[in-house]
């Protein structure tokens, strides 16, 4: 809307300088040749001076900043003392400049903000002596600058603009943003109308109607509902007016959708009276009438459920609202939020980002308390994460749960880490609503005018306890004492426009009884005709998908042709450029002749061809992480790089016109946001194939809440799916702790209504289906993917043409190498060991073993298991191998599995119980992973023991299923300890007891099958 006049007399100023105010080190303890001195040094080196200097010229260089409309021009590069004083021909116009600045820098400090009117000390940098002026000068003529006054115009008047700009109930913090076009344009659009829009009588009436609906709501649940938590809006009823108004503005602002992030607190009011859920979904909620939704577990409390609707506004046009769905773990909805936006703006082609906003509702103490709020804002300008700025809005009720600010946050205000991208903040008084509306339509354009995240910080307070049963006076007496005796703020802002005479007596009460009317037939109803609270999520662009998993086999091959086109084009570069020497001979691998079908292919060419076919297909893909664009263990190489000019080359995104298209973005070194981005952008999106990349699987559990509260279970708790990939590096190559593990047991352990699908795949053929039967599965199920390191480089995980253009996706993979009749021992294994296993058993040609790969480790198609199984009639050992420690790993969701569904029982091989996912020694991990070949296939060379048996007999073994260590085993640990100088005499070298060490820990951390083992003659003591 347009700029509007300033309302006269509307508001006294609410500070006053104090007395006498020290200004400490001020600018006026020096005579103005000094300054004039210290200014042209500074000029000629910052370093000059000291660092108070330093900040004091910087900050005087933005105050002086200013518009060939509006009084004199004083050149940046104008001295400080006289020679900038005498433009205005007055000794102390410098003063008068350095004083505007203040204002505009620290005038917030002087603001109204708090309902409370606790004390707020005055600052000293706008007190008349901190710039060496007094009250003599008040009356006296000075040039404005760039404020909106005639030039000259009286100190006292300046001086009152400003205040009434910046020290009402509005204190806006803004100077430090860095772009001079933007400081100016918040100048322009605040300093004219002081910073007080003129809202009509019919506006001012809508906005006590819309306190009035929320008071009212809560009102009558608090008296229907008694002692049940609500997470009431009490205190804070302007945050409604505040969003109905972003609302209103947003289509004239070429905003038609928004996507609405926030916690518990109010939630419900802004439920029912910004998206206007119906009354009867939210007391059918309160009433748990529809059962449907929490059976098997389902469903979620009403104050986190999430909910869209189409708003229709005053101007006649839609404005589609979504609210996400939300766990108690604060704050980590926003990076849901914003990748859903994101995906939004895709969908719409909306490449300016105007059209689909984020507009993200904290806490006070949340926002600077959770790290992901800075992840999020630091994702802001990124190219794959840039949604065009979000608008946050703080409902500051200056408490936590019972946490004083004090203790909540370092920095002046709940919103200082928004400084980090320029983003300008919005202090308001919650007991304004006139000024709440008018810094939501000031945010609302600014953001849409600069594309940058904005803050509106609005001061309230919270009536009841953290929830409705608690008592806060415990904790805060006296601002509960205060908080008893105020009237809200409805009551408030009616008072103030009866006594305007804008408003009729009956305005407010009518709405209220006409509300209470309405929320008592929706409570009828609701009891007896409950209304599902829960929308449909398959509709629209979901609709054809299903939420039930199937085993059912989907067509993934792709002919030969089409594999052949794909691999000669990401093969290929423009003529003029120069990849680097490495990697242009790799390429030379891409080019597969599929006609071939022994033709062989390696790992990340299969993983291209997979995104390619599907791109030919319509479907796009996103692919993110650190290091996505080489991979980390550089076997990617999507996208290329010239070395003579740095320009890159994407070749998936060359190869037709009518294809769909790649993104591919490395991103900044965090996971969880980056992860709930992802996420959300999976929520709005299922026609993509969306995959997020760990560095290393280790990291991933910087993300764990996104796992936990919202890939594992958001489906069964607000019925919202994902297909979501997640490729997490693991594998056991003697790396350590840090650089092994992705902590296969977490998603494990997370399985249950076949929410999610782990797999582990094993060939070049089975990652290549992996991804296309995720994208033409009938449903979308997130999928976790154990990806390798070393084996994408393993010419046995090689796959052929013939794999790609014949077969699909295998659950498990049976042994064909092994007569199964002549089988007396399965072993079970997933993932890398697998390579390591069968090449240890064709060395010593064991042919009563059986290898059965699990490539998906959950979902289990237990039918397909058990026909497996049933196939090795005279298997009389079922085991169960893997690299990871034994409470690492599968073993224990295997272990239940088997014998809750097969009721048969496995034995375990494989590491022993560790705090640590891995050894940290390379010599180590490699004697340990050689023990469980040992153990699980047989010695390669077993050394002779003259004193247990003779040369042709084979070394004693031990058929057992215990997972104990044998009494064999200990005594063995024993004798290596103890034999260190056995034999060796004087002459046992450091290196050789080292090594015994290493044995002897490595046996330690095994368990299963006591391997055959060279024994020792003990030396006598």
Not at 290 to 310: A, C, F, P, R, T
Not at 534 to 545: E, Y
Not at 802 to 810: A, K, M, S
């Amino acid at each position: 809307m347009a700029n509007g006049e300033a309302e006269a007399g509307s508001e006294p100023h609410a500070s006053t300088p104090a007395p006498g105010a020290e200004s400490g080190r001020a600018v006026n303890a020096f005579n103005p040749e000094f300054i004039d001195e210290m200014y042209s040094s500074w000029k000629a080196d910052a370093h000059s001076v000291s660092d108070d200097w330093n900040r004091f010229f910087l900050g005087f260089e933005l105050g002086l900043d200013r518009d060939s409309t509006a009084g004199a021009t004083t050149g940046a590069s104008a001295p400080v003392g006289h020679h900038l004083d005498s433009e205005s021909g007055h000794p102390k116009q410098g003063r008068v400049d350095a004083l505007i600045y203040q204002y505009r820098d620290f005038g917030h400090m002087a603001a109204s903000l708090d309902p409370l009117e606790r004390h707020r000390p005055f600052p000293d940098e706008l007190t008349l002596e901190a710039l060496d002026l007094s009250d003599a000068h008040l009356d006296q003529n000075f040039d404005p600058g760039t404020l909106p006054l005639p030039n000259p115009s009286p100190l006292n008047e300046i001086i009152e603009l400003l205040e009434q700009t910046y020290c009402r109930h509005i204190g806006v913090e803004y100077m430090h943003i860095q772009n001079r076009e933007r400081r100016r344009w918040l100048q322009k659009r605040m300093e004219p109308i002081r910073n007080r829009r003129a809202f009509s009588e019919e506006q001012k009436l809508r906005l006590l109607q819309q306190l009035a609906d929320a008071d009212g709501f809560e009102a009558f649940l608090k008296k229907r509902y008694v002692g049940k938590k609500r997470f009431g809006l009490e205190g804070g009823e302007s945050l409604i007016p505040l969003l109905d108004h972003i609302i209103q503005e947003s289509p004239a602002n070429g905003i038609q959708e928004i996507a609405i992030g926030m916690a518990h607190r109010g939630r419900l009011n802004v439920l029912a009276n910004v998206l206007k859920k119906t009354f009867s979904q939210i007391f059918t909620e309160f009433e748990e009438s529809w059962m449907e939704d929490y059976l098997e577990g389902g469903g979620d409390v009403k104050y986190h459920q999430g909910y869209s609707n189409i708003r229709n506004t005053i101007s006649g046009q839609d404005v589609r609202l979504t609210l996400a769905p939300n766990p108690s773990h604060l704050e980590f909805v926003t990076s849901v939020v914003l990748g859903r936006c994101r995906a939004k703006q895709r969908l719409r082609n909306d490449l300016d980002r105007e059209e689909v906003i984020p507009l993200i509702i904290h806490g006070d103490s949340a926002f600077p308390g959770q790290g992901i709020v800075a992840e999020c804002f630091n994702m802001m300008k990124l190219d794959g994460y840039n949604v065009g700025g979000t608008i946050h809005v703080v409902v500051n009720n200056q408490v936590g749960f019972t946490t004083e600010p004090k203790d909540a946050f370092s920095g002046h205000y709940c919103t200082d880490v928004a400084k980090m991208v320029d983003a300008p903040i919005f202090h308001v008084n919650g007991d304004d609503p006139e000024a709440c509306a008018w810094v939501a339509q000031l945010a609302l354009e600014y953001r849409q005018t600069f594309k940058n995240d904005v803050v509106i910080d609005m001061w309230c307070y919270r009536k009841n306890g953290h929830n409705e049963t608690d008592e806060p006076a415990f904790t805060q007496p006296l601002m509960y004492q205060k908080i008893k005796a105020k009237k809200p703020v409805s009551r408030l802002y009616q008072e103030e426009l009866l006594a305007r005479k804008e408003v009729s007596e009956s305005a407010f009460d009518d709405r209220l009884k006409a509300l209470n009317a309405r929320l008592e037939e929706a409570q009828a109803a609701s009891r007896e005709n409950p209304v599902d609270p829960l929308i449909d999520p398959f509709k629209s662009i979901w609709s054809g998908l299903q939420a039930e998993y199937s085993f059912d086999s989907v067509e993934t091959s792709v002919d030969p042709k089409t594999l052949e086109f794909i691999g000669r084009t990401i093969a290929s570069t423009p003529d003029d450029f120069k990849p680097h020497k490495t990697v242009a001979r790799g390429l030379k691998n891409r080019n597969v002749d599929f006609e071939n079908k022994s033709a062989e292919v390696e790992w990340g060419t299969a993983e291209l061809l997979a995104y390619g076919s599907l791109l030919l297909e319509g479907n796009a893909v996103r692919l993110t992480g650190q290091d996505v664009e080489r991979g980390t263990f550089s076997h990617r190489h999507a996208v290329l790089y010239d070395q003579i000019t740095g320009e890159s080359w994407t070749g998936l995104n060359e190869m037709s016109e009518d294809q769909a298209h790649i993104c591919i973005h490395n991103t900044p070194l965090t996971e969880c946001a980056i992860v709930g981005f992802e996420y959300g952008y999976s929520l709005a999106d299922p026609k993509m194939l969306i995959i997020w990349e760990a560095q290393f699987g280790d990291f991933a559990n910087g993300a764990q809440v996104i796992f936990d509260q919202f890939l594992a279970s958001a489906e069964l708790k607000w019925q919202r799916a994902s297909g979501l990939t997640l490729f997490l590096p693991h594998g056991y190559e003697g790396q350590g702790p840090e650089h092994s593990s992705a902590r296969l047991e977490r998603f494990l352990s997370l399985c249950a209504d076949q929410n999610i699908q782990v797999c582990y795949p094993s060939t070049a053929s089975q990652v290549f289906h992996m991804l296309r039967r995720q994208m033409k599965q009938p449903f979308r199920k997130p999928l976790v993917v154990m990806t390798p390191k070393s084996m994408l480089r393993l010419p046995s995980a090689r796959c052929t043409a013939g794999d790609l253009t014949d077969g699909h996706f295998q659950t498990f993979i049976d042994d064909d190498s092994v007569d199964s009749n002549a089988v007396s021992e399965i072993a079970f294994c997933t993932g890398k060991i697998y390579y390591d296993l069968d090449g240890r058993r064709r060395e010593i040609d064991r042919k009563d073993l059986a290898l059965i790969r699990m490539e998906q480790l959950y979902p289990i198609d237990l039918e397909r298991l058990k026909a497996i199984i049933a196939r090795y009639p005279n298997a009389k050992r079922l085991t169960w191998v893997q690299e990871e420690p034994e409470n690492n790993g599968a073993w224990r969701f295997m272990q239940t599995m088997f014998k809750k569904h097969l009721e048969l029982d496995l034995t375990y091989i494989g590491r022993d119980e560790s705090s640590s996912p891995a050894v940290g020694s390379l010599t180590i991990s490699n004697l340990e992973q050689k023990t469980i070949l040992d153990v699980a296939i047989g010695s390669e060379a077993p050394e002779e023991d003259p004193t247990d048996h003779a040369p042709d007999e084979a070394p004693p073994t031990e058929d057992t299923t215990s997972t104990e260590p044998s009494e064999d085993v200990e005594k063995t640990k024993d004798i290596l300890v103890e034999s260190g100088t056995d034999e060796k005499s004087e002459e046992t070298t450091e290196q050789d007891s080292g090594q015994i060490e290493m044995e002897q820990r490595s046996d330690a951390r095994l368990r299963g099958k006591n391997p055959p083992k060279t024994r020792r003659k003990k030396k006598a003591s």
